[in-house]
């Protein structure tokens, strides 16, 4: 497909639980070279001490403070990451800014590995916590975005594995052996590159797909 005509969004890219945005040095010079303006943040604390509603806070503020009112954003969220820019998207208005949303091996139906710790955001990633519960609530709402889950049948952060999957948008199984290699396997690159490439929905499907 030819992307030059595109209309290409700066893309934010949020990071996972223990990282910094330093995990996307790979993916965001690769989108870089692409053509894409490429921005990130660190999450702090990032080890699980506050909420990951908190955290989607720090996001809305990043956003407010570096792009215009008007300007139109794509979001990627890794992991914890991935959740994080769920809240955001359906709790804090970013529904009204983003037109791309990926998730890179997100526990959107919850991680048992989350129970090896009582910090608050762990405790929300845990299967069928109250957090989860709520946002898979009304995750149809994200059917009016291009939404893109990318996830590994072969993860071990996120157990079981297919808690990555989500009954809206499009899915993509990457068979990568290790959790932190979906953000520089160059076959995950290649599938956040296409979802990036892919023309905005015009409002009328949008309402269509999420009915």
């Known amino acids: 497909m030819n992307i030059e005509n595109q209309q290409r969004n700066p893309v934010l890219l949020i990071h996972g639980i223990d990282d910094t945005e330093a995990v996307f040095h790979k993916m965001a ?6 053509g894409w303006s490429v921005y990130s943040l660190d999450l702090v604390p990032n080890n699980g001490d506050v909420g990951l509603d908190e955290l989607a806070k720090q996001v809305a503020d990043y956003v407010t403070a570096t792009f215009a009112p008007e300007q139109c954003l794509d979001l990627v969220g890794f992991s914890m990451g991935g959740i994080v820019s769920r809240y955001y998207v359906q709790r804090l208005g970013g529904i009204n800014r983003v037109q791309r949303f990926i998730t890179i091996s997100s526990p959107h ?3 048992v590995v989350a129970y090896g710790s009582r910090r608050p955001g762990c405790v929300q990633m845990r299967p069928d916590s109250i957090f989860l519960k709520d946002l898979n ?3 149809v709402m994200l059917g009016q975005l291009d939404f893109t889950s990318i996830w590994t049948p072969y993860d071990l952060m ?3 594995a297919n808690s990555s999957q989500m009954s809206v948008g499009n899915e993509v199984i990457v068979p990568v052996a290790l959790h932190p290699w979906m953000l520089t396997d160059p076959r995950s690159l290649a599938v956040v590159k296409a979802a990036l490439a892919e023309p905005i ?9 999420s009915q």
């Open 109 to 111: 139906h919850g991680t």
């Open 158 to 160: 996120i157990v079981p």
């Open 29 to 34: 010079g690769h989108l870089g070279l692409q």
């Open 137 to 139: 609530s009304d995750a």
């Open 201 to 209: 929905k015009l409002p009328l499907l949008n309402k269509k797909a």
